[in-house]
Nanobody, 123 residues
Framework: VQLQASGGGLVQAGGSLRLSCAASGRTVSTSVVGWFRQAPGKAREFVAAIRLATGSTAVPESMRGRFFVSRDKSENTVYLEMNSLKPEDTAVYYC?????????????????WGKGTQVTVSS
């Protein structure tokens, strides 16, 4: 499966962005799509994940209430809605696909990765 993340940009603190992750290729084997982010000098961080068949989601408690993940099965697209953005949310955001059906916060469980999209939040 090939993934393409888009929708990043520059936004002021308190603003919102919606990222998209479009999947193509062997999408039938993809069961979970996750979002991760990586700021300069920091480890890749789990942001959200969704199980495509059921719509079940996971978001870290620190981001809950601000970040929401959803999917459009007909479009093979997963979205990450980010609200009340803070400067510390600045990072490159990546989407990734897993075939094992398990919503995981560990990047190693995801086998396909898209190129990231930059999100910059100004104070």
């Amino acid at each position: 499966v090939q993934l393409q993340a888009s929708g990043g940009g520059l936004v002021q603190a308190g603003g919102s962005l919606r990222l998209s992750c479009a999947a193509s290729g062997r999408t039938v084997s993809t069961s979970v799509v996750g979002w991760f982010r990586q700021a300069p000098g920091k480890a890749r961080e789990f942001v959200a994940a969704i199980r495509l068949a059921t719509g079940s989601t996971a978001v870290p408690e620190s981001m809950r209430g601000r970040f929401f993940v959803s999917r459009d099965k007909s479009e093979n697209t997963v979205y990450l809605e980010m609200n009340s953005l803070k400067p510390e949310d600045t990072a490159v955001y990546y989407c990734a696909a897993s075939e094992d059906g398990i919503i995981s916060r560990s990047p190693v469980r995801y086998t396909s990765w898209g190129k990231g999209t930059q999100v910059t939040v100004s104070s």
